[in-house]
């Protein structure tokens, strides 16, 4: 499966972004996805993850009750609407497929597929 994120930009502290991230290829409802951020100087982290059917999901401590990952498996995409954005959340944001299992998943190693990041830029 190939993934495109999408919907980054600058926003002001305490503001929100919706990203969004296309996928292209067979059985995407089969997929748990993630969503990874890297900051600069920064080694990647994870972020949110949703199972198979959207049923389950996951965060990062630190996006909790701010962040929340959705999917569309109709339209084969996944979301991650992010409200009261700190600067800290100033990173390049990736979406991810893993094949394996149909439980959220928040290990870098176990997806397969990375799409292109989408960069987010939170002034203060």
């Known amino acids: 499966v190939q993934l495109q994120a999408s919907g980054g930009g600058l926003v002001q502290a305490g503001g929100s972004l919706k990203l969004f991230c296309s996928a292209y290829?067979?059985?995407?409802?089969?997929?748990?996805m993630g969503w990874f951020r890297q900051a600069p100087g920064k080694e990647r982290e994870f972020v949110a993850t949703?199972?198979?059917?959207?049923?389950?999901?996951y965060y990062l401590d630190s996006v909790k009750g701010r962040f929340t990952i959705s999917r569309d498996n109709h339209k084969s995409m996944v979301y991650l609407q992010m409200n009261m954005l700190k600067p800290e959340d100033t990173a390049v944001y990736y979406c991810?497929?893993?094949?394996?299992?149909?439980?959220?998943?928040?290990?870098?190693?176990?997806?397969?597929?990375w799409g292109k990041g989408t960069l987010v830029t939170v002034s203060s």
């Open positions: 949703i199972s198979w059917l959207g049923d389950r999901d």
């Open positions: 290829g067979p059985s995407f409802s089969t997929y748990v």
């Open positions: 991810a497929a893993a094949s394996q299992g149909v439980a959220p998943k928040w290990e870098t190693d176990d997806y397969d597929f």
